[in-house]
């Protein structure tokens, strides 16, 4: 059975289609909802090297906070978007399913099946 986490968000229709997903695939699922546990600095840039995308990747870039912080330019550090994921979680992309050393964005949610 393969121990898989997920940062998922229950209001989110891919992220609840990831975790039935995993649940038939018979994963045993630490289920984080990174929205009321948010992740740490250190966690995110754990996160963002086993996914190996940029950071602005792991982040829903369409949002309205996102754009309001002015993430968008060039200029704003890594450092700092990883900061604004810790202030404004809603902004982190979802779901991203951790497993067997490897990270992957569940959109759609049959990336999971990589790394499970």
Do not use: W
Not at 4 to 33: D, G, M, Y
Not at 42 to 59: D, W
Not at 88 to 98: C, N, S
């Amino acid at each position: 059975m393969t121990k898989v986490t997920i940062f998922h968000n229950p209001r989110c229709s891919k992220s609840r289609q990831t975790l039935a997903l995993l649940q038939e695939n018979n994963c045993e699922i630490e289920i984080i909802e990174y929205l009321k546990d948010v992740p740490t600095v250190a966690t995110l840039k754990n996160i963002h090297s086993l996914l190996g995308v940029s950071v602005r990747e792991m982040m829903r870039t369409k949002e309205d906070d996102y754009k309001q912080q002015n993430l968008a330019d060039s200029s704003v550090s890594d450092d700092l978007l990883f900061e604004a994921m810790t202030v404004t979680p809603k902004i982190i992309e979802r779901p991203i399913v951790l497993a067997n050393n490897k990270a992957v964005i569940g959109r759609p949610p049959e990336n999971v099946l990589d790394i499970i």
